[in-house]
């Protein structure tokens, strides 16, 4: 509605709320699988992240490469006392392992 000249009042409030979380796939042909050996490595990844869009957010990067692996690269800032990047890769695990259960 808004490139129409329009006004929408609920996408101009939800556009206004501060945003905690921004989460993109990464791109999977930036690497070559083949060149690397994951056995040989304990961490990899084959790309790279972004920053979090709100000083007491998180950035989180996520590509899906094949049915064996997820990589995940998850960014906040030091300063702010209420965000903890390891903790927060420590509960994706959890969730992902969750789910893995179900099935």
């Not at 690397?36 to 950035?59: A, C, L, R």
Request: proline residues 6%; contains cysteine.
């Amino acid at each position: 509605s808004m490139a129409m000249g329009g006004q929408d009042s609920f996408l101009k409030e939800a556009l206004s709320l501060p945003y905690k979380l921004s989460t993109s796939q990464i791109p999977q042909r930036q690497t070559d699988f083949e060149v690397m050996n994951p056995t040989n490595i304990p961490m990899i990844s084959p790309s790279g992240g972004f920053g979090p869009v709100s000083d007491e957010g998180y950035g989180v990067a996520y590509m899906m490469a094949d049915d064996e692996r997820t990589f995940f690269h998850v960014s906040s800032k030091r300063s702010c006392s209420k965000t903890d990047s390891a903790r927060f890769q420590r509960e994706i695990k959890r969730a992902l392992n969750d789910l893995r259960s179900l099935f």
